[in-house]
């Protein structure tokens, strides 16, 4: 990423709720401005609030408080720095402490569990939304057969910290100054083989370029079990979406661009994959 961009995350304490605005930025590939006007709304604002699936969402907010809670204290996660909270690992940790005596509770106890932790604000000038959703790939807990593409964890040296204007930056220290992590080019080319950094094994650089895409997904195991992973950093190389190489090649309409024909066009060009995905250097790191 991801996340204003996450439909599945929701900051404690103060929100800006779906669909007025989704908060979080942290899966995202680019960093947010994180500037935007807002006022605070009331939950009769949001059109089809009373009609949500409540307990779906306490379900969604649970998975998410799994992941938050493995982060180290003071973890940035993103978001808009002009709310109150929802940034930090430590906004949401009363919030999620909640979660266990509404997970088994009826729609009415899960609405009121949002509308007590969560507050609604409303973006009162024009702004750009994006998308979310978990895609599942298929998996393999072991290299093996037809599963020969790694899914690494973020490797220990990889950091993150804030540049001179505050912005966050992912990279490592090389002969005392910070720099970038290697490129996805040569991770590809086996850069991090060795460093027990494998979480699964995926059977097509493809399913790698969505899950990366998307910040998590959900792997479809051999033997039908199911691993949810998201979003653990990123090497700090530039961002370069991929849907804009294919149209500066000429090989896609800018107005076509969109997930379901990219992937279409690399299957159709199995012998352009690897130029076309490594023309991105950013590559995306996962976690459990």
């Known amino acids: 990423m991801c996340r204003g961009m996450m439909k599945r995350s929701f900051p404690s304490i103060s929100v800006v709720m779906f669909p007025?605005?989704?908060?979080l930025a942290g899966c995202m590939p680019g960093l947010p401005s994180g500037k935007m006007d807002v006022t605070s709304a009331e939950y009769s604002n949001l059109s089809g609030w009373e009609r949500e699936d409540h307990p779906r969402l306490i379900k969604m907010l649970a998975d998410e408080?799994?992941?938050i809670d493995k982060l180290p204290a003071g973890t940035f996660l993103g978001g808009a720095r002009t709310l109150p909270s929802g940034q930090h690992v430590e906004d949401w940790r009363n919030v999620c402490a909640a979660l266990a005596d509404v997970q088994n509770g009826d729609d009415a106890q899960a609405r009121q569990f949002f509308e007590t932790w969560f507050q609604p604000y409303l973006v009162v000038k024009e702004a750009f939304y994006t998308g979310y959703y978990d895609p599942e790939v298929p998996a393999s807990l072991t290299k093996a057969g037809a599963y020969q593409i790694p899914l690494y964890r973020r490797p220990k040296d990889l950091l993150r910290g804030r540049n001179a204007n505050g912005e966050?930056?992912?990279g490592h220290w090389v002969n005392s100054v910070?720099?970038?992590?290697?490129?996805?080019?040569a991770i590809d080319g086996g850069s991090l083989e060795g460093k027990g950094l494998e979480l699964a094994w995926l059977k097509s650089p493809l399913d790698l370029f969505l899950l990366q895409t998307q910040g998590s997904g959900?792997?479809?195991?051999?033997?039908g079990g199911e691993m949810f992973v998201g979003y653990d950093g990123r090497n700090g190389q530039p961002y370069v979406p991929i849907g804009r190489v294919l149209v500066?090649?000429?090989e896609m309409r800018a107005e076509d661009v969109n997930i379901k024909n990219i992937r279409a066009w690399l299957e159709a060009h199995p012998d352009q994959v690897?130029?076309?995905l490594e023309a991105n250097p950013s590559y995306v790191f996962s976690a459990l």
Request: hydrophobic fraction near 35%; proline fraction near 7%.
């Open 178 to 185: 910070f720099r970038p992590y290697d490129d996805r080019a």
């Open 168 to 170: 966050l930056e992912f």
């Open 218 to 223: 959900r792997l479809r195991l051999q033997d």
């Open 20 to 23: 007025l605005l989704v908060a």
């Open 248 to 250: 500066h090649k000429g």
């Open 65 to 67: 408080c799994q992941r």
């Open 274 to 276: 690897k130029p076309v």
